[in-house]
């Protein structure tokens, strides 16, 4: 069983910028897409963006150009660069597959205040 602890999380105002990371327990990491999800109040959780296995990358439209992801494989451990933060982007954010297969982590909260 993977169990996924995400951090970086915080109280920022809009224009900032956040560092979120995740890290997964378990040999299979480095063989999938790993997305991060976030989740507004009031609102379904949503895939905002994600890598592949191979680091190739894709992010929703309102994300582009403000966030980026990255892993490190050796550190079982993927990383969400937020930037030009807005409060719209406030939400929980979790980390998990694309699918999602894996059970899901408490997520970390971002706050952006305007």
């Known amino acids: 069983q993977v169990h996924l602890v995400e951090s970086g999380g915080g109280l920022v105002q809009a224009g900032g910028s956040l560092r979120l990371s995740c890290v997964a327990s378990?040999?299979?990491?480095?063989?999938?897409?790993i997305g991060w999800y976030r989740q507004a109040p009031g609102k379904q959780r949503e895939l905002v963006t994600f890598?592949?296995?191979?680091?190739?990358?894709n992010y929703v439209d309102s994300v582009k150009g403000r966030f980026t992801i990255s892993r490190d494989n050796a550190k079982n451990t993927v990383y969400l660069q937020m930037n030009g933060l807005k409060p719209d982007d406030t939400a929980v954010y979790y980390c998990?597959?694309?699918?999602?297969?894996w059970g899901w982590g408490l997520g970390t909260q971002v706050t952006v205040s305007s």
């Open positions: 998990n597959t694309v699918t999602p297969d």
């Open positions: 378990g040999s299979t990491f480095r063989i999938k897409a």
């Open positions: 890598i592949r296995a191979g680091g190739s990358t």
